[in-house]
């Protein structure tokens, strides 16, 4: 099956848009954790990925939020707190998480050179 091509000559690929939209090393983990564990404070979610960067971290956030996969609530408190969840569009996403951590699962503990 060949990828459709857009007016501009440009290849129109499902699956690059898909990439696109939530490829990366973290969003796709903090899309997991919101669908499976529900509501985050951003602290919560750093702890939860060892490695990010608050930059990182800050943008992979941004980035959902603005493509509307994510909600970001802000209460203004002392200290002012702030919450991640998931939005009915970012559910949508969870039949393709769920594979990718199935398949995951299976291989993850084959060693394959």
């Not at 919101?34 to 980035?63: A, C, F, I, W």
């Not at 909600?71 to 990718?100: A, C, F, W």
Request: glycine residues 8%.
């Amino acid at each position: 099956m060949s990828a459709p091509i857009d007016k501009d000559g440009k290849l129109n690929c499902s699956i690059e848009y898909t990439l696109g939209k939530i490829g990366g090393k973290w969003k796709t983990v903090i899309l997991w954790h919101l669908g499976v564990d529900g509501t985050h404070r951003y602290n919560e979610l750093r702890r939860l990925l060892p490695g990010v960067s608050h930059k990182v971290m800050s943008q992979q956030l941004k980035e959902l939020e603005e493509d509307h996969f994510i909600n970001r609530v802000q209460y203004h408190t002392i200290p002012p707190k702030v919450e991640y969840s998931m939005t009915d569009l970012g559910k949508t996403l969870m039949p393709i998480l769920e594979q990718m951590h199935i398949w995951g699962t299976e291989h993850s503990s084959s060693s394959s050179s």
